[in-house]
């Protein structure tokens, strides 16, 4: 059985970070394993957020366990600190994690802050020269290749190519329904070609977790023996049919269903 690793955080209302990841590594038939780097929990009044970083030394000793064992592909979330960035980067130099996807969560859902700049500078410099696929939002890819709010499928190439001259080999930059387009788009580039990923948008907000899943979703199919762009594409309608089975979780939020694919009888192709 093929065995994956996340590093990242736990979500403790269990639709984003390692819980939806380890949710959709199932539905993908790969062995799940995750490396918590901190706890994130909410205000039932308002549902702020708040992130308690795991101690760095403890965040190793998940890393050794894991890697021991072996991992056909990984991918990280929220890193939280720069010293766990900074022990990522060397984990994956160490264990030669050639398949890595590095999804740079830099805010949480519903909040626009972005949690620690710095971490941004690290990713960005540590993370990204070591990733096969990396899978920014429109927020994320602008703080990343510096080109600031990108609202049209031009500023996403631009940011693209300035992303994949900072040394990641793949990038997908996810428009999805934020983008101005009748579409619902996502754009990958290898280095070499534009590819656009298009699905109709769907009217729902019940979205939380969406990016934690198509990342997850990537790094289960290149465990499996895809490429990067048909891990890509398979990613998209597994985490298309996750937001559109979508269901109110409370009245501040709502998630995805991270097994719609194969429960409503789409079956993941490995």
Same mark, same amino acid.
């Given at each position: ?15 984003? %970070?390692?819980?939806?990841? /380890? ?12 490396? /918590? ?29 894991? /890697? ?140 939380? %977790? ?48 991270? %097994? ?11």
């Amino acid at each position: 059985m093929k065995k994956t690793l996340t590093i990242a955080g736990s979500d403790s209302s269990g639709g984003a %970070g390692q819980a939806a990841d /380890l949710k959709t590594f199932q539905e993908h038939d790969v062995y799940g394993m995750t490396a /918590l780097t901190c706890i994130v929990t909410m205000n039932p009044e308002g549902w702020h957020h708040h992130v308690t970083p795991i101690d760095t030394d403890l965040v190793e000793k998940q890393l050794d366990t894991i /890697l021991s064992v072996g991992v056909d592909a990984a991918k990280s979330g929220m890193l939280g600190t720069v010293p766990i960035i900074e022990l990522a980067a060397r984990k994956i130099d160490e264990y030669k994690l050639y398949q890595y996807v590095l999804d740079p969560v830099m805010v949480c859902k519903g909040e626009d802050e972005v949690l620690q700049p710095e971490n941004t500078d690290a990713m960005r410099e540590l993370l990204l020269p070591r990733s096969l696929v990396t899978t920014p939002n429109l927020f994320e890819a602008g703080q990343l290749a510096g080109t600031g709010p990108i609202k049209t499928i031009g500023g996403m190439k631009e940011a693209a190519v300035k992303i994949h001259a900072l040394g990641a080999k793949n990038v997908v930059i996810k428009g999805g329904r934020a983008l101005d387009h009748e579409k619902a788009i996502d754009l990958f580039y290898d280095g070499e070609a534009f590819t656009l990923l298009e699905e109709d948008k769907i009217d729902s907000t019940y979205n939380h %977790g969406a990016g934690c899943t198509f990342a997850a979703a990537i790094t289960a199919n290149l465990a499996q023996g895809k490429s990067a762009k048909e891990s890509v594409i398979a990613a998209k309608s597994f985490v298309t049919a996750a937001i559109k089975h979508g269901f109110e979780l409370n009245q501040y939020v709502g998630s995805v269903m991270h %097994g719609a694919y194969t429960k409503y009888g789409l079956e993941v192709k490995n």
